[in-house]
């Protein structure tokens, strides 16, 4: 399982977290491994059942109104208590409260770094969510074109030089948009995988006997965008005579991408086919499949019926024979 070490919460830039460290410097080396907050009203009153370790635990106005209302021991031996639970991820008091100076004293004796933040807690835990979100997301890098062709994302795989690139452009040309070419980023994001163009090559294409061209620059904004969802995956093959290719399509495959399961077609390229042609069918056939028709499976279906009721036709003019 992926995580990420505390101290990256305080050098996000991104999420305008605003925190600023209190108490607990050793506790900057602690890990964090689920999106997830807790807000631990009901632990520091005793209990503790549902306490999650790994989590970031916000102290709101109720968490510090309630430790308000305790002698100063009790206040110690509440935090105690809580802090005692091992692989707590660290603790941050919003809407910049005063902080108790038993609870800097708890995080210092249990290693817990303790941060602020001037946010209201209703604003700091989305904000948050949406960082570790982004952070803890498995991520990868391929080597392929991603498209986004009437809508779909689409990945184009295969070796290099099989002209990958020059089917892009030939997209490109007829009102398609490049996301990436040569490498993409790719992102699981609540069961999807989203695909993005590499920072430094970003718009740019590599086309043999031309070079380096930048398609954002080429053919307008309108041309390119940052990220897709991948949707459909084309793995184009030099075609061999020997090898069975799948005529129908009946069957569906998949290629995983950080874990998850993405439609895919095996395209045999040879001189002569249309590669765009094909991508932009392929991209229509896929709208019909989300949409609930299986042109395949459905002309199979026909067909089997025809055979049947064909079949059946000759038995019974055998019988009246």
């Given amino acids: 399982m992926k995580s990420i070490r505390i101290s990256q919460l305080l050098e996000d830039q991104g999420h305008d977290l605003r925190l600023t460290l209190m108490a607990g410097t050793q506790g900057l080396a602690r890990t964090v491994d689920s999106s997830r907050i807790q807000k631990p009203g009901l632990a520091l009153a005793g209990f503790m059942e549902h306490l999650h370790p790994h989590r970031v635990q916000v102290f709101g106005n109720t968490e510090i109104s309630y430790l308000a209302t305790l002698p100063e021991d009790a206040q110690r031996a509440s935090l105690a208590k809580l802090f005692s639970e091992e692989d707590l991820a660290c603790v941050v008091v919003t809407k910049a409260l005063d902080v108790p100076r038993a609870l800097v004293d708890a995080c210092e004796a249990a290693g817990l770094s303790l941060m602020m933040t001037p946010l209201l807690s209703s604003e700091f835990i989305q904000r948050v969510q949406n960082f570790l979100e982004d952070a803890l997301t498995e991520s990868s890098s391929l080597h392929g074109v991603l498209m986004d062709v009437f809508g ?3 990945l184009l795989l295969g070796k290099s030089g099989i002209g990958k690139s020059e089917i892009a452009l030939d997209l490109v040309m007829r009102g398609h948009r490049l996301v990436a070419d040569d490498i993409v980023d790719v992102t699981r994001r609540k069961g999807a995988v989203y695909g993005a163009g590499n ?8 086309i043999r006997g031309l070079g380096i061209i930048n398609i954002k620059d ?7 965008r940052e990220q897709k969802k991948i949707e459909l995956v084309i793995e184009l093959q030099e075609w061999d005579p020997h090898q069975e290719y799948d005529r129908l399509g009946v069957e569906d495959k998949h290629l995983q991408i950080v874990g998850v399961d993405i439609p895919l077609s095996v395209v045999p390229v040879r001189p002569g086919r249309n590669m765009a042609t094909i991508v932009e069918v392929a991209a229509r056939n896929q709208l019909l499949k989300l949409q609930g028709h299986h042109s395949a499976r459905e002309f199979a279906e026909r067909l089997n019926r025809a055979i ?3 079949a059946m036709r000759r038995t ?6």
């Fill in 218 to 224: 080429l053919f307008g904004v309108s041309a390119v």
């Fill in 199 to 206: 920072p430094v090559i970003k718009h740019h294409m590599e």
């Fill in 308 to 310: 049947a009721q064909g």
């Fill in 316 to 321: 019974l003019g055998e019988e009246v024979e």
């Fill in 152 to 154: 779909v994302g689409i």
